[in-house]
């Protein structure tokens, strides 16, 4: 079976552009969460999303956003990219949304804003 | 808020001896799980152990163990003949167990990571 997957590999923007990245998850799996990961730190959250609600949100500022679709897959949505968005996100997925269920994480896409 | 603290930036092993990543973490939730993951350079972030917190026997998967101390609130990693398929990043995170108001109950809490060389 197919892991998490996530397109593109790698994104080159400029600032004030706006961005979509895309996640698959794991057939049968219903939840999905977003991750950032700023060169040398652990990952923060961003969002979690399961049956296509929003069921957790980081603190991060009202330019990310995201939904999930019916077909389980999600997109994060990043508007005026600033330098600092520049990061390694990573999607997630796991069975359900609860705590006891494991998250499977895909490669990551590679944002860089110039 | 929960918080999780690595405080070894970088670790190194010799081939096929005994290294203990350390983890501590902050929480007022006496419920939860805790997890350590290994990203490679290939970025895939990969579930190496998991311990909840309400087990008091320490987890193991084959050469990796914890020690799981919930009164300190300290969770270290300990990798037994390290190879060198074993070097790559190591996160300790945690999770809650409770569903708070339905909010944020997958959400993983990440340490900064170890990065863990092995030499031939």
């Known amino acids: 079976d197919a892991g998490v997957t996530q397109s593109p590999t790698h994104l080159i923007k400029t600032r004030g552009q706006h961005v979509t990245l895309r996640c698959s998850p794991i057939?049968?799996?219903?939840?999905v969460s977003w991750y950032q990961q700023v060169l040398g730190q652990g990952p923060q959250f961003i969002f979690q999303?399961?049956?296509?609600?929003?069921?957790g949100r980081g603190n991060f500022p009202d330019r990310f956003s995201a939904r999930q679709f019916p077909n389980y897959s999600s997109e994060l949505n990043v508007n005026a990219l600033l330098l600092g968005d520049s990061a390694l996100y990573l999607c997630?997925?796991?069975?359900?949304?609860?705590?006891?269920?494991?998250?499977?994480f895909g490669p990551g896409t590679r944002l860089t804003v110039l | 808020a929960q918080t999780v603290t690595q405080s070894q930036p970088e670790m190194s092993v010799q081939e096929a001896e005994t290294v203990t990543l350390s983890c501590t973490y902050d929480t007022s939730e006496s419920d939860y799980y805790l997890f350590w993951y290994k990203q490679p350079p290939s970025r895939q972030m990969i579930l190496v152990i998991r311990q909840e917190a309400y087990k008091q026997q320490n987890a193991t998967e084959n050469r990796f163990s914890v020690n799981f101390q919930k009164a300190a609130k300290s969770f270290s990693l300990k990798i037994s003949d390290s190879q060198l398929g074993d070097a790559a990043m190591y996160f300790c995170a945690y999770r809650s167990r409770a569903n708070a108001g339905g909010t944020s109950y997958g959400k993983l809490t990440f340490g900064q990571g170890t990065i863990l060389t092995v030499h031939p």
């Open positions: 999303y399961y049956e296509k609600e929003e069921r």
């Open positions: 997630a997925s796991s069975l359900q949304g609860a705590s006891y269920n494991e998250q499977f």
């Open positions: 057939s049968g799996h219903k939840s």
